[in-house]
């Protein structure tokens, strides 16, 4: 059964880090490109951060970029975003996705994602 699987989320304090992990389980992660969006109270979902399979190209998005780190690891089947600096406007739900289908400047469209997993709250408040 193809499963991804969200952790590291939290409740952490402002300026904080956290370090979110994305495993998958029943298929071999390295295959796909990995996007990581994330979704607030009463907003759309939007991409945070991408990696491409092949190359290791990665994208952010302007609101992360230079505090977010995404990586990943083939052997362990995980792809990990270390978020530093953290802001309460990080405050969401972030999921992790795969993707055969975007790259480059489609990176973060949410409809080029096959299969998702079931999130995890990241919460920054003092």
């Known amino acids: 059964q193809v499963q991804l699987v969200e952790s590291g989320g939290g409740l952490v304090q402002p300026g904080g880090s956290l370090r979110l992990s994305c495993a998958a389980s029943g298929f071999t992660l390295g295959y796909y490109a990995i996007g990581w969006f994330r979704q607030a109270p009463g907003k759309e979902r939007e991409g945070v951060s991408y990696?491409?399979?092949?190359?290791?190209?990665?994208y952010y998005s302007d609101s992360v970029k230079g505090r977010f780190t995404i990586s990943r690891d083939n052997a362990k089947n995980t792809v990990y975003l270390q978020m530093n600096s953290l802001k309460p406007e990080d405050t969401a739900v972030y999921y992790c996705?795969?993707?055969?289908?975007?790259?480059?400047?489609?990176?973060?469209?949410?409809?080029?994602?096959?299969?998702w997993g079931q999130g995890t709250q990241v919460t920054v408040s003092s």
């Open positions: 990696i491409n399979r092949s190359d290791g190209s990665k």
């Open positions: 996705a795969t993707t055969a289908r975007a790259y480059g400047s489609s990176w973060y469209r949410t409809p080029l994602y096959d299969y």
